[in-house]
Every structure is written in structure tokens, then in C-alpha cells.
């Protein structure tokens, strides 16, 4: 059956693509704008706290995915709040459009991030696990995720994928990635050792998909590949992909420190998060393993 599917963040790296999945499996796709331009978009302003009622109402799903970007700048104070306002006052604002409309959707999806858990060493971390510090990731995922509580508080159906690096050559971590390695250096962060939880671009995109249709899909979810890598590992694997000879040095974490202060915590913390609970749920990986994933980026 057809549903229409309301997207705020619509534009960004995931959301350009989600919306491609989406009217491809014959879904109506709105979007939330800035600067709406076109049939299918709409207008809202976060600042102001206004929205098109027009974009809510007669919406089957809503999904959000709005978010400054984490590694966009540094972390100032101002940044930071930033980066927690835009994620905390989107849902904020969608919650209280439901409500003065006195309209629910049948589902509420949102982004949250692994980095929820902190730097958690070598352990595996799953949905019912607690943060293992008090870092500023830590802290803006926790309050990404009350507002969506907030939401599920209503009696709508709410899912959180708790998304880790998406590999996409086109942005995110991987382009940068790719930018010494094509002049033949690979450069790794720290020690090299830390977990990263990645996810490709394809699957990130069919969550989203698999939780809109499937009603039974309610909760947290890791949305990450069920095979984590060390960083070295990523580094390594993407230059096989890219058939990219190169040396492989790391960047000392004081040295990324000095460049990056605390927005270094994004990539030298260690997050090995399992995708048990997402598999159990009924979801099946197109690119569970990072070779077969790197292979279709680069092929």
C-alpha cells in the first residue's frame, strides 16, 4: 500500500536518497524545507517555530532526520547547542504541530547516532545499554532521544535508528577519507584500534523503508552493519577498494586534539554496537560486511 511519507531533512546526504527509495516503491514522498521549492516541499523554520500545516496533515509517516552536522565545525559552546537545538527543537516542533492539528501518523522515525554510547572500548554495546561516559555525544543523543519520547508518549508508533558512520562516497566520513588517500596516504586515527560501527548508504536507507512499512517495527534500533571494524581496518580496506596503493601513518590523538579539540572525540571514541536486535526484528543487510560494501562504492 502507498503511504505518504513526510521527511524533514530531506535534503541531506541520506535524505536525497531515502526519497529516491522511497517514490521508487511507489510511496509519496513531502519534504521540509528552508526554502521550499516545488509541489512536494514545504516550508518550516525552527527558529521562528513554524510550519506548514499542509506537510503534517495526511501524513502516514514522518520521518526525521534533521541535524546540524557533527563534524561540520568546531566545537564551540555555541556549536554545540547548535547541533543539540536543531535535532531537539525539530522534533519539539512536529510534536506540537500533532497536537494542534489534533493529527497522529501512524509512525514517527527518527536519527539518533551511536555515538550515545561514548567511547566504549572493546565491548559490544546493545539498545539496552547505558552510556559509558558523560561526553558531549553522549548528552546531545540523549536528548535527541527524549523529544522522540515525547512523541511515543502520544501513542504513536515510534523507531530510533541509532546510526553509525554511513559510507557514502559522496559525503559524510568516507570522502574525507578518500581525499589523502587518492594523493597515497592513509592516514588512521590514534593507535588505529578503535571500533568503528559503520553502515552503507543502501541499507541505511531500506531501514527507514522496512520500519515505515512493517507496523510491527517499534523501538531503538542499532543501525549498523553487524560486522564493526577496527579504524585501520576502514583505512586499509577502503585503499583495497579504491585500488590505491599508499602509506599508512597514523595521526597522533594529541595531534588531533590540538587540530579538532573536543570534536576529536567523533572519531578517535570506540563504539562496537550490535545489529542483533535489527536482524531479529526482520531486517536483512544488502552490504553486511565492509569488503562486499567498499567494493560497491568503488566499483
Not at 556549536?79 to 519539539?92: E, F, G, H, T
Not at 584500534?193 to 523501538?219: K, N, T
Request: with cysteine.
Amino acid at each position: 500500500m502507498a503511504l505518504t511519507i513526510l521527511i524533514a531533512g530531506g535534503t541531506g546526504q541520506i535524505g536525497s536518497r531515502l526519497t529516491e527509495v522511497l517514490r521508487n516503491k511507489g510511496h509519496q514522498v513531502r519534504l521540509l524545507s528552508r526554502t521550499p521549492q516545488g509541489a512536494d516541499q514545504y516550508g518550516w523554520d525552527l527558529k521562528k517555530k513554524v510550519i506548514d500545516d499542509n506537510a503534517v496533515s495526511g501524513a502516514d509517516i514522518v520521518i526525521n532526520l534533521t541535524g546540524a552536522g557533527i563534524a561540520d565545525k568546531r566545537w564551540t559552546p555555541a556549536r554545540k547547542q547548535l547541533l543539540i537545538d536543531s535535532r531537539v527543537d525539530s522534533a519539539n516542533l512536529l510534536r506540537e504541530s500533532f497536537q494542534r492539528l489534533g493529527y497522529q501518523p501512524k509512525a514517527y522515525l527518527s536519527a539518533s547516532a551511536v555515538g550515545y554510547y561514548g567511547d566504549a572500548g572493546d565491548a559490544w554495546v546493545h539498545e539496552y545499554d547505558a552510556p559509558a561516559d558523560n561526553s558531549f555525544m553522549v548528552e546531545c543523543c540523549t536528548l535527541w532521544e527524549q523529544a522522540v519520547e515525547a512523541i511515543s508518549a502520544m501513542g504513536i508508533r515510534t523507531v530510533v535508528l541509532r546510526t553509525g558512520i554511513v559510507l557514502d562516497k559522496e559525503g559524510g566520513a568516507l570522502r574525507e577519507i578518500i581525499k589523502p588517500m587518492r594523493f597515497g596516504a592513509g592516514g588512521y586515527f590514534g593507535d588505529g584500534q578503535a571500533w568503528y560501527s559503520w553502515i552503507h548508504h543502501e541499507d541505511i536507507c531500506q531501514m527507514y523503508l522496512w520500519a515505515a512499512e512493517h507496523p510491527e517495527v517499534e523501538g531503538i534500533f542499532n543501525a549498523v552493519a553487524p560486522n564493526p571494524v577496527r579504524n585501520i581496518e576502514l583505512i586499509k580496506a577502503t585503499a583495497k577498494a579504491m585500488h590505491q596503493p599508499a602509506i599508512f601513518a597514523p595521526a597522533p590523538e594529541f595531534a588531533l586534539r590540538l587540530v579538532f579539540g573536543e570534536m576529536a572525540d567523533a572519531i578517535l571514541f570506540s563504539i562496537r554496537a550490535s545489529a542483533e536486535k535489527i536482524i531479529q526484528a526482520g531486517y536483512r543487510f544488502h552490504h553486511p560486511d565492509l569488503e562486499s560494501a567498499l567494493e560497491e562504492i568503488f566499483t
